[in-house]
Each structure stands twice: as C-alpha cells, then as structure tokens.
C-alpha cells in the first residue's frame, strides 16, 4: 500500500504549527506587542525619556506595570515624494529613529534589552528583563536603495512594512493620498524594486508586513514570499468596511502560507464614527493654525496642551471602541484562519488606543477579555506571542535553508 507523503509546504506549515504550540506553553505565556511607534523626539526629550513617567502610551514603567514583555518598536517615516530630496529625507528621518531606539537600550540595559532571534525574547524574559525588537512602517525609507534594507537588518530590523499611507516605489496603498498625486483605484501591486525588496527580506530572514499595502500588493507578495508573512498591525474587513482591513480572503492566504495578522486597536478600524472623524480634523487644523503651522503634523502636535484637552473633549462626546469590539475582531480572524494565524498590536503611540486598553499599563486588560470571550489559556498564549515566534522563527529558518 503506499503511503501519501505531504508536501513540502505543507510539512513545513505543520512543523511550524507545531513550533508555535511549543512557543505557547510558557508559563506565564509571553506577551508581544507588534506596533508601538515612537516620536522622532524619542529619548532626546525629557518628555520622552521611556525610563520615566512620560505622556506616551508606551514607556518602560507602563510596560513593566502592565505585564507587556516585549515591543517591536517601529522606524516610521510618514510618505513624500519619490525624488532624491524625498528620499534622502526618508533615509535621515529613519537613521534618527535607529539611533533614538539605540539611546533608550543603551540608557537603561537593566530594564530592556534588544531583540533580534526569537530566542533572545525569550532569553531576556527569563532573565526579566523587558525587549525591544524593531519594526519598519513604510519601505519609502529604505531610499530607493536595497542596500539600506541590509543595513536596516544590521540596525536590528526585523519586519520591513512595505508601504503606509500613500503609495510608494515598492507597492500600493490601501488609502492612496491625492496630495501626492496617487491614483484613486489602482490594480497595480509589486513595482520591481519592491519585489526585489521582498526577495531580499527573504534572504535576510526578515518578515514581510503587508499592514497598510492594498489588496493587490497582499497577492503579489504572497506569490513572491518564499517565507510567511504578516501583517502587523490590521482588523477585519468583514466586521468594518475601512480600507486597511483585510477580507476574508486574503486573511485564509496569509494563515494558509503560515503566517500570522496582529489584530490592531486602533479606533478607526474597529468602530465607523464619521462625526468623530470630522471632529479631530477640525481638532487637528485648530491647533495647527495655533502653533503657527500650515499643516497637522502629528510628530509636532499630538503632545500640545491644546491637542490633549481638545482630545478628551472628543473622547467624551464620541466613545471610543471598546475591548470587546477589538475581541470581536480578533474572535473573526480566529474563525476564519484558524487560532495559529492571530496575534495582538496597539498601535500605541500611532493612534491606537481604546476603552479598556488606552496604554501598556493597561495590557492585563487584554488577557481578561480573551478569557470573558471564551478564549482558552493556551490559545491566549498563541495569541499574545506564541503564533508571532513562531512565524519569526519559520522565517530565519527559511532563509537558513536558501544560503
């Protein structure tokens, strides 16, 4: 009789599956925030000093009160234009964040230590200490040059966000921007250079985030990936019309290549409020024109007296989502890819934020309304860490196997 032998991706999604089950039995499980974005003041502020009490939602303190082991803090440089000023502005901003990062670790290597292999988050929490592993939102800062995504996996880089709001020379946009002159529907997905982009990060053993790429790039960077990918930080098109949700569809492809979606907390994407849209824009320009500036510029104004108070205003007369609407999302995903294909992100200091879950401190929260929703201790587990290390490691191991 002959014996049906799996594929070769199929062995490998099920050896991974069963890496991630191993990666969820800690006791307790280990917690992984995918999206915690840092201003490009960071750590150079006595504001934003993280070892002290700051008005960030994320600091040591908040992390270490909360319960958070571990945050991929994230190289963020918003979209411009694909010129050599843009650039080259792009790449400056970024090296900036690479060194803030570097200040906060080098400043306190008691409480927090950097991340780059899996084994090192787990080491470091054994060792209780906090981790710090780092993310790239939008690839418009590699330069237009691949060399950079080298030197960023030199920095500590470990996920690369192909695009964010506008597109870029890598791929499309889930919310083209008319100031930058983007089409309004595109079927374009991949441009050359960000296939490329994708190969590389494969080599490296750098995972491929699709958060924030259209629905197009998803699908060519699914055919081009030889390793899972991920998503970092998104919700459920299913459940919210928004543009940087994911279908159903795309969320079965991502969890059938062995990868995983971070569902996100973020206001906009759980929960459809037009009149509190159109109340912190008015909110945005007001203090904008106050500072003496043309534009809202969210790195320059988001911590302003007036911004602050004009925010709790608004929080009081449009409620934010609440931890069961964010369960709700997360209860979708599992449903649809299954429990090893979902993990949690804040959006921390990005946006994120919600009733119940407004910092890190408050990330024990989290934990309560997975079991309230019927949630399991060891898929809580998967949920907060154990899916995401295992797609980390299912990566290096890939480009292991290429060298």
Not at 105 to 127: C, E, F, G, H, S
Not at 235 to 259: E, V, Y
Not at 274 to 301: C, F, I, M, N, W
Request: hydrophobic share 40%; net charge neutral.
């Amino acid at each position: 009789m002959k014996t049906r032998r799996l594929s070769s991706t199929a062995l490998t999604l099920a050896l991974t599956l069963w890496a991630g089950a191993a990666w969820a039995q800690q006791d307790p499980p280990i917690t992984i925030d995918t999206h915690v974005d840092i201003p490009l003041a960071y750590m150079r502020e006595a504001r934003f000093d993280v070892g002290k009490d700051t008005p960030l939602r994320v600091d040591l303190g908040k992390m270490e009160r909360g319960g958070l082991n571990a945050a991929f803090f994230v190289i963020y440089v918003e979209q411009g234009p694909l010129t050599a000023e843009g650039y080259a502005h792009a790449v400056a901003q970024a090296k900036q964040k690479y060194d803030d990062i570097d200040l906060m670790l080098k400043r306190y290597p008691q409480r927090i230590r950097l991340a780059t292999t899996p084994d090192q988050v787990m080491a470091n929490r054994k060792a209780g200490k906090l981790s710090a592993m780092i993310g790239i939102e939008n690839g418009y800062s590699l330069g237009h040059d691949l060399k950079n995504l080298d030197a960023a996996f030199a920095r500590g880089a470990r996920y690369i966000g192909l695009a964010h709001v506008g597109h870029n020379d890598l791929c499309t946009s889930s919310m083209p921007t008319a100031d930058l002159g983007d089409p309004p529907l595109s079927d374009a997905g991949l441009s050359a250079f960000g296939r490329s982009v994708v190969e590389r990060a494969n080599q490296l053993g750098m995972m491929v985030d699709i958060s924030h790429s259209s629905d197009a790039c998803v699908r060519d960077v699914l055919q081009v990936s030889k390793a899972p990918i991920i998503a970092s930080h998104s919700a459920a098109h299913a459940l919210i019309n928004h543009p940087r949700n994911l279908p159903d569809d795309l969320l079965r492809a991502i969890a059938a290549k062995g990868g995983v979606v971070q569902a996100v907390a973020y206001k906009g994407f759980l929960k459809l409020d037009p009149g509190r849209e159109l109340a912190e824009k008015a909110l945005q320009a007001q203090v904008a024109k106050q500072a003496g500036d043309k534009t809202y510029d969210s790195e320059k104004h988001d911590f302003l007296p007036a911004y602050v108070e004009g925010m709790r205003r608004i929080d009081a007369a449009f409620p934010l989502p609440t931890l069961d609407d964010y369960v709700a999302h997360i209860r979708h995903m599992v449903d649809v890819t299954g429990i090893d294909h979902v993990g949690i992100a804040s959006d921390f200091d990005g946006g994120g934020g919600i009733d119940g879950w407004q910092n890190a401190s408050e990330t024990r929260n989290v934990t309560a309304a997975l079991r309230r929703h019927g949630f399991s201790d060891n898929d809580i587990a998967k949920l907060w860490g154990g899916n995401l290390l295992r797609v980390w490691r299912a990566v290096e191991q890939d480009a292991d196997a290429h060298r």
